[in-house]
């Protein structure tokens, strides 16, 4: 190879001695090298491979060579003034020669200069006719043939190349300036790829010294790059990933969300040893999704420890066990809520879950939990309405000894630290008193708590995710609630449709929830009739999902054959409606007494608050609300 790294790839060696001529005469160090079509392509890539930086290559080759060398091409063709030029000739030639006043055509051959030399001709008045060859047609018609020749014009000369039958043949040939301009146009490329080599020379070290491993992986799902931070992250070689299936070196890491969806997405990946968090980012021209960048750091639990981890959470009960496949819907408001709560998993704001009871919101919150990065920690659920104020404070901040009567000696961890590294679910948020609301306020500013009866900040790493089935800017309006604690919890929103408002969420539910019951009672599932799932649909369902699950396993314990009718779920509602009426006498009194009374009655009943929630229809959490807005009342009552 010269030093001169420009290459010609000539079509014939006629083309090749002028060619050579040329660049000597222009004093060019230009290697030329001779190609038949077969293997100009192999030709190429030998000029590239022995260091060219741009090749020229006669026009029909070019196509193919283009796509398979990874160096500039430029294509070397007659130009529209070589045409022009060659017409021109023959138009002289035929005027000299008393032909241009019979008006015979001029015959054209060469796929590659037809359109323009139609043109041209039409400009300069020579009538044309187009030729597969010089064999055929009407040879004997036609003033003169015109034809495309792989060649460098060696003169300016306006005369036959040769005649066929007595019809003088002109050729058509690359100029001298078009050889010229060739050259001009690929030291220009050679110039402009310098400068983006550099760029992205510039942008591999950096993309090499950053402290996060980076991994590419194309549509196909194959790995393109991987940095040297992610080859020692994963102690493996660039030979020994670039080309393999993603999945082969991170089992655990979903790629569809992202490369289906363009979702960036958070997963916890590992390879054997070591566990990893790994961020994973769409890449995207023009809108459309051509693979993804992953991210890798080291996770915060080492993957021999997770076991040991995942064991000890098991035991200590605060282990979010649904994920977001979990929740059945076809709604397309729901589907995109789901789309969005994928979303805020991936970041550390806190998130405010609103809807009615029933309607998932916990499933939600787990789902985010063990979507996100902190989905090895702890999920911490409490809910804010069950426990009395004072009760509530220590749970959740813990109190340092002898905080008060009856505190253990060493003190106790509240909720808040034990959810650290993971994430805390505040269900009934609404249901908060004003000054708890104040000590929240200063967890979610500030991520720091303090002990009751203690005077050390501790800092806590917790996710937090509220719930209400509460209007809260009703509740500011009523001054209930706190404005900027609102503010605060409301950044990252997700609201919950009651299950009246998506009965296309029936059918799918009622299957759902009917194979996993009857898995759970050891019963055969269930065939809901279209009578069967129309009574349902129109029903109004006030304890959404958690009631219709009620419902369905009524009609699996009462059931004696497995086919459901429209009838078989009325009367599963009645028998709801009997024992509300029937066994159980209705008190007089305010519709709030009477819940009251019937509460306290099926809990003194069923001795539990899990048996009591299945027959009234209702969570736990509304009972545990109902009897302490109840006493609340009757405390403020007293009080008066
Ligand atoms: N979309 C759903 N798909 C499947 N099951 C669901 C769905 N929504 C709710 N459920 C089921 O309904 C029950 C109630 O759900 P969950 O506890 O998450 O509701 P919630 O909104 O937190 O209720 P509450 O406010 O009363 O505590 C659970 O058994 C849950 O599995």
């Not at 192999?42 to 491979?49: D, R």
């Not at 500011?476 to 605060?488: M, N, P």
């Not at 069967?532 to 419902?551: F, H, K, S, T």
């Amino acid at each position: 190879m010269q030093t001169n790294k420009i290459a010609l790839i000539a079509p014939n060696k006629d083309f090749t001695l002028r060619a050579v001529d040329l660049f000597s005469e222009w004093g060019e160090k230009i290697h030329v090298a001779v190609a038949s079509r077969e293997d100009s392509i192999a030709i190429a890539q030998q000029l590239s491979e022995r260091g060219a930086d741009a090749l020229i290559c006669y026009a029909s080759f070019n196509e193919t060579i283009k796509t398979t060398v990874n160096i500039p091409t430029v294509s070397l063709r007659p130009s529209m003034l070589d045409i022009l030029r060659s017409l021109q000739g023959v138009k002289e030639w035929l005027v000299k020669n008393g032909k241009w006043v019979t008006q015979q055509p001029v015959g054209l051959i060469g796929d590659a200069i037809i359109a323009e030399a139609t043109v041209v001709a039409d400009i300069l008045g020579i009538k044309t006719t187009v030729l597969s060859d010089i064999q055929a047609g009407e040879l004997a018609v036609l003033a003169a043939v015109v034809r495309e020749v792989a060649d460098i014009a060696n003169s300016q000369g306006s005369e036959p190349t040769s005649t066929v039958n007595d019809i003088p043949c002109f050729s058509i040939t690359v100029g001298h300036e078009t050889v010229f301009e060739s050259v001009r146009r690929a030291r220009e490329l050679v110039l402009a790829g310098r400068v983006e080599r550099v760029k992205l020379e510039q942008f591999k070290a950096v993309m090499e010294f950053t402290g996060e491993g980076i991994v590419a992986v194309d549509s196909q799902r194959r790995i393109t790059y991987i940095n040297h931070t992610a080859e020692k992250l994963l102690n493996k070689s660039k030979v020994q990933v670039i080309g393999c299936l993603a999945a082969t070196i991170f089992p655990d890491a979903n790629l569809d969300d992202t490369l289906r969806y363009g979702q960036t997405r958070i997963a916890e990946v590992s390879d054997g040893d070591q566990g990893f968090t790994c961020r994973i980012v769409p890449m995207l021209i023009s809108g459309q999704t051509v693979g993804a960048v992953l991210t890798i750091t080291e996770a915060p639990f080492a993957a021999k420890d997770k076991d040991r981890a995942s064991r000890a959470l098991a035991e200590s009960g605060y282990k979010a066990t649904y994920n977001f496949e979990d929740f059945i819907t076809a709604n397309t408001f729901m589907k995109e809520t789901l789309e969005a709560a994928k979303s805020y998993a991936c970041v550390d704001s806190t998130i405010l879950i609103n809807g009615d009871t029933g309607t998932g919101k916990e499933i939600i919150a787990q789902s985010i939990h063990n979507y996100s990065p902190r989905c090895r920690g702890p999920f911490v659920a409490v809910n804010c309405a069950a426990l009395p104020e004072s009760l509530l404070e220590s749970e959740l901040f813990g109190y340092e000894s002898g905080a008060f009567t009856g505190a253990r000696k060493n003190g106790k961890k509240g909720l808040f630290e034990q959810a650290d590294k993971g994430t805390i679910f505040l269900d009934e948020i609404g249901e908060v008193s004003l000054g708890m609301q104040a000590r929240l306020l200063r967890v979610l500013q500030q991520r720091e708590i303090m002990r009751v009866g203690g005077d050390k900040v501790i800092p806590v790493d917790v996710g937090i995710i509220a719930a209400t089935h509460r209007n809260l800017p009703d509740l500011i309006e009523k001054g209930v609630f706190r404005r900027d604690l609102y503010y605060r919890l409301s950044i990252l929103q997700l609201r919950l449709l009651p299950l009246s408002a998506r009965p296309e969420d029936i059918p799918l539910l009622v299957e759902n929830i009917a194979k996993k019951l009857s898995a759970k009672l050891f019963k055969q599932s269930l065939q809901f009739s279209a009578g069967a799932i129309e009574v349902l649909r129109r029903y109004q369902w006030p304890g959404n999902v958690r009631e219709l699950a009620g419902v369905i396993e009524r009609l699996i314990i009462l059931k004696k054959d497995t086919n459901v009718t429209g009838d078989d779920v009325k009367k599963v509602f009645d028998v709801k409606s009997c024992q509300a009426d029937g066994v159980r006498t209705v008190p007089n009194g305010t519709m709030e007494e009477i819940e009251y009374a019937i509460i306290m009655q099926v809990l003194k009943e069923t001795g539990s608050h899990e048996k009591a929630a299945k027959i009234l229809g209702i969570s736990t959490t509304t009972i545990w609300r109902k009897i302490k807005l109840f006493q609340n009342e009757r405390n403020d009552f007293n009080l008066k």
